[in-house]
């Protein structure tokens, strides 16, 4: 990677969606041997540093931000939040540290404050053939955040902690060919009021084969297994093996299409009573003797199909259009690994240099495993739709206006709600400061 790349601007990096709870000793204790790890790792040569920084307020009007299922007063909230990423760039190397913090006071609502914060730290060694990767996440959100669609709507409104390490290596065979190793292991933590939330840790492992056959043409192959476990104690514990087999197009119009489509296989420990008898059986049905109750796990196990599916269109210099599809399995906070299917359309309209609209609409299905055998699966839905007209101001600040309206359903309960809301947010995002050393 050159110097050149940091002039492109960059998104915050995020959680992936497998998180982690540490001790603020550990926390701690990561980032500083991480640290001297990046130290140490860096030679003395010409480096580029830059740092980006951005503020954002946002003014929300929601009419059923619980997604209850009859809708009560309004509510209205305000949220101030600020981002700074900052990056270090040498010939071969490159570490980068992301901050974001968010606060939000809403009225008529529980609860009233919120508090969001991440922060990411990441360093790359680059060679010619060959790429290595270190990294360190950690995030707080809501439960009901939509990113992760409806997979923890049910467990009700709280914050969510995550932290996670993960690694990666990726080594060029030939100009045509390379392979990619990835591991990440992540833990995560609810808060108090979601009795309903289990913590847990995921552990994944993958590996992957990439030819290119073509220009525009790249097939791959991709083969993961993930181990899932409640904590503290595994009381559920699982482990999904999956083998993918993936095409990438790039079309002569700046249009790009990737698919891949694979089998899973998913294993279930859950854990179970059993009554056992310490003598003869007779004589604990004559009551005699008591059975004793002991704890053990029941097995079950699951197969499919998953696959995931993306194309983006360049109908001209303006417009874009995409579609994203999707079939996986996450962990969630109910304690177990649930089948997530997802649709996404997203069509973005550039009226004029100044002045952007953007339109999508999301549909989100969970599956969730039967609590015993000859029980029917659990699964909630969530739809959303939502409209933003983005316009800028001035060289650093923008404005933006948007309305969603967002729909949940649950197939073993009552539970049903629609919220409709408009926003209005202010950005101030100042030109990227460089500095050579």
């Not at 009007?61 to 270090?88: C, H, I, M």
């Not at 669609?149 to 902690?161: P, T």
Request: hydrophobic share 40%; with cysteine.
């Amino acid at each position: 990677m050159t110097a050149s790349h940091l002039l492109q601007p960059e998104a915050a990096a995020a959680g992936t969606g497998q998180t982690t709870k540490l001790g603020l000793a550990n926390l701690g204790g990561a980032l500083l041997g991480l640290g001297l790890q990046f130290g140490l790792a860096a030679p003395a040569q010409a480096a580029l540093w830059s740092i980006d920084h951005s503020l954002a307020s946002r003014l929300d009007a929601n009419d059923n931000p619980a997604l209850a299922a009859s809708a009560g007063e309004a509510v209205f909230s305000l949220q101030l939040s600020g981002q700074l990423a900052a990056s270090r760039q040498t010939e071969s190397a490159r570490t980068r540290l992301d901050l974001a913090a968010s606060l939000s006071q809403a009225q008529n609502d529980s609860p009233k404050q919120r508090l969001g914060a991440s922060l990411a730290l990441g360093q790359t060694w680059s060679q010619p053939r060959e790429q290595h990767s270190l990294s360190l996440q950690w995030q707080q959100d809501q439960t009901d955040d939509p990113s992760r669609g409806s997979v923890d709507l049910g467990l009700g409104r709280g914050w969510r902690r995550t932290l996670g390490l993960s690694a990666g290596w990726t080594h060029a065979l030939s100009e045509t060919t390379s392979t990619q190793w990835t591991a990440s292991d992540a833990r995560v933590e609810h808060s108090s009021e979601l009795r309903n939330a289990v913590d847990y840790r995921n552990t994944a492992f993958a590996g992957s084969l990439a030819r290119r056959l073509h220009e525009r043409i790249t097939i791959s192959l991709q083969g993961s297994s993930e181990a899932f476990r409640t904590l503290p104690e595994a009381s559920n514990r699982s482990r999904t093996d999956s083998l993918l087999l993936g095409l990438r197009r790039e079309g002569a119009d700046a249009s790009v299409g990737s698919f891949s489509l694979g089998r899973y296989r998913l294993q279930r420990d859950s854990g179970v009573l059993l009554q056992v008898c310490p003598a003869p059986v007779s004589f604990c049905q004559a009551g005699l003797v008591q059975p004793v109750l002991l704890r053990g796990f029941g097995r079950s196990q699951q197969q499919g199909w998953q696959f995931n599916a993306s194309q983006t269109w360049r109908a001209d210099e303006r417009t874009d259009l995409q579609v994203v599809a999707s079939r996986r399995q996450l962990p969630a906070g109910s304690g177990t690994v649930v089948r997530s299917d997802a649709l996404n359309l997203q069509l973005s309209r550039a009226i004029s240099e100044k002045i952007k609209l953007q339109a999508s609409a999301d549909l989100n299905r969970s599956t969730f495993p039967a609590p015993q055998p000859g029980a029917n699966a659990t699964q909630t839905q969530l739809g959303m739709l939502a409209l933003t007209l983005s316009a800028r101001l001035g060289q650093a600040l923008s404005l933006q206006v948007g309305a969603q309206t967002r729909r949940f359903s649950s197939s073993q309960s009552s539970q049903k709600g629609v919220s409709h809301s408009l926003w209005l947010s202010l950005s101030f995002e100042p030109p990227r400061h460089f500095a050579q050393s």
